[in-house]
């Protein structure tokens, strides 16, 4: 089995050293779980390198928010991309089971730039995200500025641009794998869901992601979190596969022991929708193998 979504840092954790130990710790958790190969998906926004692309970008929101943003920045992006490919290009190239690869957020009207960044970079698969809107952090669910924001906001409007965020970073082609397509859900039945069907919302994002080559994550982060759901709902990822979309599957973890966790109720649904294939990537060249295939 393939685990195409990992950290291998917490994300209160700041200044990190990555080093092929760890790797190597990650990789024996994975195949103690079944997992036969995984892909290393540091968050862009841990590295120096993101400094340029966001400069200026959240100046027009709300002072609370902008404000929380430039912190979030400050603690988190304090290490060097060049460094934390080459280690992982050096755990590769040493035969350990892993992928090079990079969970890319979206920053709205700037995924040019971003493309232009890791265009030099050996990456084997990129992961594109939404995890805000504007500069509101709307699954952090830690933080009490970005969560007081769900109560004063028409939640039909977070949907909305929610979806309008996915369609962009679908459609911009600087990412290979769209990485949990219905975050937005994150907080599960203690915040309201918009009325009626939320195919609305699925169609909406989909004007991006069937034009796009992109293919679409399957993760079991969502059962782990208040949504208690894998990551996409069964109705958005039938409506991506109606489309043609492949699939990635993952756990989204960020310790060892989570790695291919609670992967039983991820493989039922793909069987129950008919997907015999997983997407496998090197050098951001993307390969369908049979599911069967993809196990130890």
């Given at each position: 089995?393939?685990?195409?979504?990992l950290?291998?840092?917490?994300?209160?954790?700041?200044?990190?050293?990555?080093?092929?130990?760890?790797?190597?710790?990650?990789c024996?958790?994975?195949?103690?779980?079944?997992?036969?190969?995984?892909?290393?998906?540091?968050?862009?926004?841990?590295?120096?390198?993101s400094?340029?692309?966001?400069?200026?970008?959240?100046?027009?929101?709300?002072?609370?928010?902008?404000?929380?943003?430039?912190?979030?920045?400050?603690?988190?992006?304090?290490?060097?991309?060049d460094?934390?490919?080459?280690?992982a290009?050096a755990?590769?190239?040493?035969?350990?089971p892993?992928?090079?690869?990079?969970?890319?957020?979206?920053?709205?009207?700037?995924?040019?730039?971003?493309?232009?960044?890791l265009?030099?970079?050996?990456?084997?698969?990129?992961?594109?995200?939404?995890?805000?809107?504007?500069?509101?952090?709307?699954?952090?669910?830690?933080?009490?500025?970005?969560?007081?924001?769900?109560?004063?906001?028409?939640?039909?409007?977070?949907?909305?641009?929610?979806?309008?965020?996915?369609e962009?970073?679908?459609?911009?082609g600087?990412?290979?794998?769209?990485?949990?397509?219905?975050?937005?859900?994150?907080?599960g039945?203690?915040?309201?869901?918009p009325?009626?069907?939320?195919?609305r919302?699925?169609?909406?994002?989909?004007?991006?992601?069937?034009?796009?080559?992109?293919?679409?994550?399957?993760?079991?982060?969502?059962?782990?979190?208040?949504?208690?759901?894998?990551y996409?709902?069964?109705?958005?990822?039938?409506?991506?596969?109606?489309?043609?979309?492949?699939?990635?599957?993952?756990?989204?973890?960020?310790r060892?022991?989570?790695?291919?966790?609670?992967?039983?109720?991820?493989?039922?649904?793909?069987?129950?929708?008919?997907?015999?294939?997983?997407?496998?990537?090197?050098?951001?060249?993307?390969v369908?193998?049979?599911?069967g295939s993809?196990?130890?």
């Amino acid at each position: 089995m393939l685990d195409y979504h990992l950290h291998l840092w917490p994300h209160d954790q700041s200044d990190v050293s990555l080093r092929l130990e760890q790797i190597a710790a990650y990789c024996e958790a994975a195949r103690a779980a079944g997992v036969v190969e995984i892909a290393l998906t540091e968050h862009l926004f841990r590295f120096v390198q993101s400094e340029p692309i966001v400069a200026g970008l959240f100046d027009d929101e709300k002072a609370d928010l902008r404000i929380s943003m430039r912190q979030y920045w400050d603690h988190h992006a304090r290490n060097d991309l060049d460094a934390y490919v080459e280690t992982a290009t050096a755990a590769k190239e040493a035969g350990l089971p892993v992928v090079v690869g990079l969970e890319v957020d979206y920053y709205r009207g700037r995924m040019d730039a971003v493309a232009e960044l890791l265009d030099g970079y050996p990456f084997d698969v990129l992961l594109g995200s939404v995890h805000w809107i504007g500069a509101w952090r709307f699954d952090d669910l830690g933080d009490p500025v970005h969560m007081a924001e769900w109560p004063v906001r028409q939640v039909d409007a977070c949907w909305d641009a929610y979806a309008e965020a996915i369609e962009e970073l679908a459609a911009s082609g600087a990412c290979d794998v769209l990485a949990h397509p219905d975050l937005v859900k994150v907080w599960g039945r203690e915040r309201p869901l918009p009325e009626g069907d939320l195919r609305r919302y699925y169609e909406l994002a989909m004007d991006g992601i069937a034009d796009s080559d992109i293919a679409v994550e399957v993760s079991t982060a969502g059962l782990r979190k208040r949504s208690a759901e894998l990551y996409p709902a069964p109705a958005f990822l039938d409506m991506c596969l109606q489309a043609g979309r492949p699939v990635a599957l993952s756990s989204d973890a960020h310790r060892p022991e989570d790695i291919g966790r609670d992967y039983d109720a991820a493989l039922a649904l793909l069987e129950s929708l008919g997907v015999s294939e997983l997407c496998v990537f090197e050098r951001r060249q993307r390969v369908l193998q049979p599911l069967g295939s993809t196990s130890a």
